[in-house]
C-alpha cells in the first residue's frame, strides 16, 4: 500500500466520528470499574509505583518551577535504603508527556488525575492510529473500525491501567511509521527526528523496542515497495540525521539511565531464563490467544487478543499476499519470532523471554482488519471459500482448547467470529444491504464485550485487583494503624514489617512512599546491583530483582545492621508473632475483636477471645547509619563463611570489596569471629518413621512430610534459628514416572471399604494439570514449618519472566529463641523429583557477645548527623585507624570529604559506602550525584546547539529554494 500526504477533504468529520466512538468504548473499558465502587489503580505497580511517584514528581516539579535556581534533590534517604531519584523518576515519569498534567491539579486531587491521564492516554493511542490510518485510501467507517480493533485488544486492557507508561508506545509507533514514509518519500526528515527524541526521552527501555521495530520496518518496507525509486543516499542522510540529532538531545536521559542498567541487579540475569523452547502448552495455547480478546493472563507477555474479525481478516490478506508483501511478511515474521524465546529475550535487552514486543504487532493487525473492511464487498468465491475453510480449521483448533482448557472465555470470540464469517458470506452473496455498516456494528459489539468483560470485577478478572474508591487515601493515612504518626521524620533510623504479615488491605505493599519514613523493602525496576549482591550472598530467600530486601526474612542481626528501628505488624494475621530478637512492644492500636473467625470455641469471657490490632516494636539494637569499625574481615575469611555466618559477621568487623583490601585495613585488627554461630546436629525423618540421608532426598510422595530432629535442644543464650541451605538442585522426574507415583499414591490413601478409582480418568486430570503446569520444569517449594509459620524457599517457574532467578541457596529463618529450641522442624516440598540439599540448622547467637558489639558500634556512630538535599554530614573523633562503614548503597556517584580534604570511597560489606578514617577529628561530608548526568547534559546541549543550527540552515535552504 501507498501512503499519501496529500491532505484530505473529510478530515473533520474523521476525528469527530473517532472521538463519538472513543466515547462509547470508554465507557465499555471504564463505567465497570466505576459502577463496581472501584478506581483504575491497579493494586500492584500503580499502588506501589505510579500513583505516588507522580504524586512526588508533582510536587518536586511545582518546588522548581517556584525556585527555578534550586536545585533538584537526586537521592532520597527514604526510597528503602536509599535510591538515586533521577534514575527512577527518569524511568516512570521525567519523559511522560502525559504525567505534566499532574501539575493542572492540586495534590489533594492526585488519584483524579492519575485516572483522567489513563483515560487521555487512551484517547491519544485512537487519535495516532487514525492519524496514522488517515495516509491510507480507506474510507471513514473503515478506519474507525481499525481504530476500535487497535485501541481494545488483551495487551491495552491490561496494560492501559496497569503499565500506564506501556501504553505511550501505542502512540508513538504509528507516529515512526508515518515519519518514515515520509522520509522514504523524499520529504523532510525534521518530524522523524522530533518523534525519536520524544520516544529516547520517553523510556529508554520501551525506545529500545520501539528502535527496532522502526529498524525492522525500514528494512521490509523499502525492499518490499521502495527498492528501486529511492534515493539511497538522500534517504541515509535523513535517517541518520534523526537517529543522531535524537541521541545527542536526548543524551541527558539516556546517558545515565544506561549507566543505572549496567549498574543494576537485572545485569548477569539469565538469558531467556534459560529456555530454549517454551514449554509445551505455550505452543497449545497460543493460537486461542488471537481472539480471546479479554484475556489479560499472557503466556509470557504473548499478547494478541483482537476482534474476531481478525481471523477473517488474515485470511483475505494472505489471500492477496502479493498486494500487501509487508504485511504478510511482519506478521509471519512474528509468529516465528513468538515461538523462539531468545527472541523476546533479545527485545528485552538480553535478559528473560517477555515479549513485550508484540504491541509493535497491533498496527499491522488492525491495517489487515481495515483492508477487509475496506474490500468486504469484493471478496470473490475463492478467496470466500478460503476464509470458511481456515476459519473451520482454526475453530477446530480453538474448540479443541476450549475443551481442554477448560476456558470459558473463549464462548463469545467463537460466536463473534462466526458472527464476522457470516456477514462475509451475506457481503458476497449480497444477501444483506451494507454489509460494511453490520460488520463496523459487529467490531463495535465485539471490542466493547471484550471491554466490559474484562473490567467487570466477577469470576477473578482482572477488575478484582483494582483499589476500591478511596482505598489508596486511606491506606496512605493509615499505613499502619496511624502508629508512625508520632515518629520523627529524620531519616537517620529506617522501619519495616514483619514478613507476609498484613498492615494494610492490601497484600502487596512492597514499597512506602507515602508515610514519609524509610522502609528498608523498595519495589522499582532498577535496583541497585550491590545491594541485590548483599541480599544474596547473606541467602535473603525473599530476594527479588525488583525487591532486593523485602523484610529480610526477619531477621534479627540485618535488621539491627540496616538501622531498623521501628517494626510494625498486625495480630492475628500471617506471622505474627514472628518477631525479631530484642524488639519489644512500643505501641500499639486499640483491640478489636472478630467474633466469627480465629475464635477458641471454649472461650467464656471476652479476654478469652484473640484481639486484632497494629503493634510497633521497637529496639534498642539498631545500627548507626554511618559509624567506625576498626575490626576487619578478610575477603578470603568471608568467602568461607556461611550465609548465617556472614550476617552475624556484620557486627564483628567490616568487609572491604576491594582488590587493594589489604591496604585498606593496614593497622586494623582482625575481627573475632567465635562464638558467632552454632551449628545444630540434626537428623532427618520422614512421616513413614525412616531416617533419611538429609543430603540426597528422593520425594515420591505428594503428600510426604519430613521431620529434621534436634540431637540438642538447648543453647547458652538467645539465639535466632537459620536452615542454612548451601547448595539445592532439584531434577523432576520423567511425566510417565511422576504419573505413575501420582496413581500409586492415590491407591495407597483410598482407604474407604468399597471405594473404585477410575484410573484413566485420574491419570487425564493429573496429565492435563501437570502439563498446563508446564511440567517437567525446574520450579519447586521448600517449605519449613514451625511455632512462628511457614518460610519456603522458592524456584520460580521460568514462565515467570521478569522474577524469574535461578536459586542455588538460601537461609530460611525459623525465628528467635531463648535457651530451649525446638524439638523438630517440618519439612515439605510441592514437587516429586530428586533434590540434592547441603545444609545445616545454625543458631546465631545474639547473647552478650553480640549486644557488646552492638554497643560499640552505636558508641562510634557519625555524631551531629545532618541529612539534607544531596548530602549527609557529620563529626567523628576515632583513636585508631578504622573504616567508615554505613548501611546506605554504594554508587559511583558518592564522593566524600574528610576535613575537606577530598578522599576515595571504598565498597563495604558487599553493598555500602565506607571510608578509611585515621586518628583523630572528622568531619565528614558525603555528597551525591547522578552519574552520567553532567556528560549527558553536555552531550544534550551540544546536540541542540546541532539541533538549533540545523534548523536555521533548513530555514534558509528552503527560501532559497522558494526563491
Known amino acids: 500500500m501507498k501512503f499519501s500526504f496529500a491532505p484530505r477533504t473529510d478530515k473533520r468529520q474523521l476525528y469527530l466520528g473517532y472521538t463519538i466512538l472513543f466515547v462509547f468504548i470508554a465507557a465499555c473499558l471504564y463505567c465497570p470499574y466505576l459502577i463496581a465502587g472501584?478506581?483504575?489503580?491497579?493494586?500492584?505497580?500503580?499502588?506501589?509505583?505510579?500513583?505516588?511517584?507522580?504524586?512526588?514528581?508533582?510536587?518536586?516539579?511545582?518546588?522548581?518551577?517556584?525556585?527555578?535556581?534550586?536545585?533538584?534533590?537526586?537521592?532520597?534517604?527514604?526510597?528503602?535504603?536509599?535510591?538515586?531519584?533521577?534514575?527512577?523518576?527518569?524511568?516512570?515519569?521525567?519523559?511522560?508527556?502525559?504525567?505534566?498534567?499532574?501539575?493542572?491539579?492540586?495534590?489533594?486531587?492526585?488519584?483524579?488525575?492519575?485516572?483522567?491521564t489513563i483515560v487521555l492516554r487512551m484517547y491519544c493511542v485512537g487519535l495516532a492510529f487514525v492519524y496514522f490510518a488517515q495516509h491510507l485510501p480507506f474510507r471513514k467507517l473503515v478506519i474507525w473500525g481499525g481504530a476500535a480493533t487497535y485501541l481494545v485488544n488483551s495487551y491495552l486492557l491490561y496494560a492501559n491501567v496497569a503499565q500506564p507508561f506501556f501504553t505511550t508506545t501505542f502512540i508513538i509507533f504509528p507516529l515512526i511509521i508515518i515519519q518514515i514514509e515520509r522520509v522514504l518519500q523524499g520529504r523532510s526528515a525534521w518530524p522523524l527526528t522530533l518523534v525519536f527524541i520524544w520516544m529516547l526521552i520517553n523510556n529508554y527501555y520501551l525506545a529500545f523496542i520501539l528502535g527496532v521495530g522502526a529498524i525492522i520496518y525500514l528494512f521490509l518496507?523499502?525492499?518490499?515497495?521502495?527498492?528501486?525509486?529511492?534515493?539511497?543516499?538522500?534517504?541515509?542522510?535523513?535517517?541518520?540525521?534523526?537517529?543522531?540529532?535524537?541521541?545527542?538531545?536526548?543524551?541527558?536521559?539516556?546517558?545515565?539511565?544506561?549507566?543505572?542498567?549496567?549498574?543494576?541487579?537485572?545485569?548477569?540475569?539469565?538469558?531467556?531464563?534459560?529456555?530454549?523452547?517454551?514449554?509445551?502448552?505455550?505452543?497449545?495455547?497460543?493460537?486461542?490467544?488471537?481472539?480471546?480478546?479479554?484475556?489479560?493472563?499472557?503466556?509470557?507477555?504473548?499478547?494478541?487478543?483482537?476482534?474476531?474479525?481478525?481471523?477473517?481478516?488474515?485470511?483475505?490478506?494472505?489471500r492477496h499476499a502479493k498486494r500487501y508483501p509487508l504485511i504478510t511478511i511482519s506478521l509471519g515474521a512474528s509468529l516465528l519470532m513468538m515461538l523462539i524465546p531468545a527472541v523476546g529475550a533479545l527485545f528485552n535487552g538480553g535478559m528473560s523471554p517477555s515479549n513485550r514486543w508484540t504491541l509493535l504487532i497491533y498496527l499491522p493487525?488492525?491495517?489487515?482488519?481495515?483492508?477487509?473492511?475496506?474490500?468486504?464487498?469484493?471478496?470473490?468465491?475463492?478467496?470466500?471459500?478460503?476464509?470458511?475453510?481456515?476459519?473451520?480449521?482454526?475453530?477446530?483448533?480453538?474448540?479443541?482448547?476450549?475443551?481442554?482448557?477448560?476456558?470459558?472465555?473463549?464462548?463469545?470470540?467463537?460466536?463473534?467470529?462466526?458472527?464476522?464469517?457470516?456477514?462475509?458470506g451475506a457481503a458476497y452473496y449480497q444477501a444483506v444491504a451494507h454489509p460494511l455498516n453490520w460488520m463496523i456494528g459487529l467490531i463495535l459489539l465485539n471490542v466493547g464485550f471484550n471491554a466490559i468483560y474484562a473490567a467487570l470485577p466477577f469470576n477473578g478478572s482482572f477488575a478484582n485487583q483494582m483499589l476500591t474508591k478511596g482505598e489508596y487515601q486511606q491506606i496512605a493515612k493509615q499505613r499502619y494503624g496511624g502508629l508512625d504518626k508520632s515518629l520523627s521524620r529524620s531519616l537517620t533510623y529506617r522501619i519495616s514489617t514483619i514478613s507476609n504479615n498484613q498492615?494494610?488491605?492490601?497484600?502487596?505493599?512492597?514499597?512506602?512512599?507515602?508515610?514519609?519514613?524509610?522502609?528498608?523493602?523498595?519495589?522499582?525496576?532498577?535496583?541497585?546491583?550491590?545491594?541485590?549482591?548483599?541480599?544474596?550472598?547473606?541467602?535473603?530467600?525473599?530476594?527479588?530483582?525488583?525487591?532486593?530486601?523485602?523484610?529480610?526474612?526477619?531477621?534479627?542481626?540485618?535488621?539491627?545492621?540496616?538501622?531498623?528501628?521501628?517494626?510494625?505488624?498486625?495480630?492475628?494475621?500471617?506471622?505474627?508473632?514472628?518477631?525479631?530478637?530484642?524488639?519489644?512492644?512500643?505501641?500499639?492500636?486499640?483491640?478489636t475483636i472478630n467474633y466469627d473467625q480465629g475464635q477458641s470455641s471454649d472461650a467464656t469471657k471476652t479476654s478469652d477471645l484473640k484481639t486484632t490490632q497494629t503493634v510497633r516494636y521497637t529496639t534498642k539494637n539498631a545500627f548507626p547509619l554511618l559509624y567506625w569499625q576498626n575490626t576487619y574481615i578478610s575477603p578470603a575469611t568471608y568467602r568461607h563463611l556461611s550465609a548465617t555466618a556472614k550476617e552475624r559477621a556484620l557486627a564483628s568487623g567490616v568487609v572491604v570489596n576491594s582488590s587493594a583490601a589489604k591496604k585498606w585495613t593496614t593497622g586494623m585488627k582482625k575481627a573475632n569471629l567465635s562464638g558467632n554461630v552454632q551449628v545444630i546436629a540434626t537428623q532427618l525423618w520422614n512421616n513413614r518413621l525412616q531416617k533419611?540421608?538429609?543430603?540426597?532426598?528422593?520425594?515420591?510422595?505428594?503428600?510426604?512430610?519430613?521431620?529434621?530432629?534436634?540431637?540438642?535442644?538447648?543453647?547458652?543464650?538467645?539465639?535466632?534459628?537459620?536452615?542454612?541451605?548451601?547448595?539445592?538442585?532439584?531434577?523432576?522426574?520423567?511425566?510417565?514416572?511422576?504419573?505413575?507415583?501420582?496413581?500409586?499414591?492415590?491407591?495407597?490413601?483410598?482407604?474407604?471399604?468399597?471405594?473404585?478409582?477410575?484410573q484413566v480418568f485420574t491419570n487425564y486430570q493429573n496429565w492435563r494439570s501437570l502439563f498446563l503446569k508446564g511440567y517437567p520444569d525446574m520450579s519447586y517449594l521448600l517449605t519449613a514449618s514451625n511455632k512462628y509459620g511457614d518460610e519456603t524457599l522458592e524456584q520460580p517457574a521460568q514462565s515467570k519472566t521478569s522474577f524469574f532467578k535461578v536459586v542455588t541457596s538460601g537461609v530460611l529463618n525459623l525465628g528467635a529463641y531463648g535457651k530451649h529450641l525446638p524439638s523438630q522442624v517440618t519439612l515439605t516440598t510441592n514437587k516429586l523429583g530428586k533434590y540434592r540439599i547441603s545444609y545445616q540448622l545454625v543458631a546465631e547467637q545474639l547473647g552478650t557477645k553480640y549486644r557488646?558489639?552492638?554497643?560499640?558500634?552505636?558508641?562510634?556512630?557519625?555524631?551531629?548527623?545532618?541529612?539534607?538535599?544531596?548530602?549527609?554530614?557529620?563529626?567523628?573523633?576515632?583513636s585508631q585507624v578504622g573504616i567508615l562503614t554505613s548501611s546506605i548503597p554504594y554508587s559511583s556517584g558518592w564522593t566524600a570529604t574528610d576535613n575537606g580534604k577530598t578522599v576515595r570511597l571504598v565498597r563495604t560489606n558487599n553493598a555500602f559506602i565506607g571510608l578509611r578514617l585515621r586518628t583523630g577529628h572528622h568531619h565528614i561530608v558525603l555528597r551525591y550525584h547522578v552519574p552520567g548526568l553532567k556528560v549527558g547534559i553536555y552531550v544534550s546541549l551540544i546536540g541542540l546547539l546541532w539541533l538549533i543550527i540545523s534548523a536555521i540552515f533548513t530555514l534558509i535552504w528552503r527560501r532559497k529554494t522558494i526563491n
Request: glycine share 4%.
Open 852 to 878: 557488646q558489639e552492638v554497643r560499640q558500634i552505636q558508641a562510634h556512630g557519625l555524631k551531629n548527623l545532618k541529612i539534607s538535599q544531596n548530602q549527609i554530614s557529620g563529626n567523628l573523633t576515632t
Open 365 to 424: 493487525l488492525a491495517t489487515s482488519i481495515m483492508i477487509l473492511l475496506e474490500h468486504l464487498t469484493k471478496i470473490d468465491r475463492a478467496t470466500l471459500k478460503w476464509m470458511i475453510g481456515i476459519s473451520l480449521v482454526y475453530l477446530v483448533a480453538v474448540v479443541a482448547t476450549y475443551m481442554f482448557k477448560n476456558d470459558d472465555d473463549l464462548f463469545v470470540p467463537v460466536i463473534f467470529l462466526l458472527l464476522s464469517l457470516l456477514i462475509a
Open 503 to 591: 498492615t494494610t488491605g492490601q497484600e502487596k505493599t512492597y514499597n512506602d512512599l507515602t508515610s514519609g519514613l524509610a522502609s528498608i523493602s523498595s519495589y522499582f525496576s532498577l535496583q541497585n546491583q550491590y545491594l541485590g549482591l548483599f541480599s544474596q550472598r547473606l541467602g535473603n530467600s525473599q530476594y527479588e530483582t525488583n525487591i532486593p530486601l523485602q523484610q529480610v526474612d526477619d531477621r534479627t542481626v540485618l535488621n539491627n545492621f540496616l538501622g531498623v528501628k521501628y517494626i510494625f505488624a498486625q495480630t492475628t494475621t500471617d506471622d505474627d508473632t514472628k518477631v525479631p530478637s530484642g524488639y519489644f512492644v512500643d505501641q500499639t492500636t486499640e483491640p
Open 692 to 758: 533419611m540421608n538429609g543430603q540426597s532426598v528422593t520425594v515420591t510422595d505428594p503428600d510426604a512430610k519430613y521431620y529434621l530432629r534436634l540431637q540438642k535442644q538447648t543453647s547458652a543464650q538467645q539465639n535466632e534459628l537459620h536452615l542454612d541451605i548451601k547448595s539445592i538442585h532439584y531434577q523432576p522426574f520423567s511425566m510417565k514416572k511422576t504419573l505413575q507415583l501420582m496413581a500409586d499414591h492415590l491407591r495407597e490413601t483410598t482407604l474407604e471399604p468399597g471405594a473404585m478409582i477410575n
Open 221 to 318: 518496507r523499502v525492499i518490499t515497495f521502495y527498492r528501486h525509486q529511492l534515493d539511497y543516499g538522500r534517504t541515509l542522510w535523513k535517517l541518520a540525521f534523526a537517529t543522531v540529532t535524537s541521541l545527542l538531545v536526548s543524551a541527558v536521559m539516556l546517558i545515565p539511565e544506561i549507566i543505572a542498567v549496567r549498574s543494576s541487579t537485572r545485569i548477569g540475569s539469565a538469558f531467556a531464563n534459560g529456555l530454549t523452547t517454551y514449554p509445551q502448552y505455550y505452543y497449545v495455547l497460543l493460537a486461542k490467544q488471537l481472539i480471546n480478546g479479554d484475556d489479560w493472563d499472557f503466556m509470557y507477555w504473548s499478547a494478541l487478543g483482537m476482534a474476531s474479525v481478525i481471523v477473517v481478516a488474515l485470511v483475505y490478506v494472505y
Open 38 to 116: 472501584k478506581t483504575l489503580i491497579w493494586d500492584t505497580d500503580a499502588f506501589n509505583q505510579h500513583l505516588p511517584l507522580l504524586a512526588q514528581y508533582r510536587q518536586l516539579v511545582w518546588h522548581w518551577l517556584l525556585h527555578p535556581f534550586s536545585s533538584p534533590n537526586f537521592w532520597s534517604f527514604s526510597w528503602g535504603l536509599g535510591t538515586d531519584t533521577f534514575q527512577v523518576f527518569s524511568y516512570y515519569t521525567i519523559g511522560d508527556v502525559f504525567a505534566y498534567i499532574a501539575l493542572l491539579f492540586p495534590a489533594a486531587k492526585i488519584t483524579l488525575a492519575y485516572q483522567l
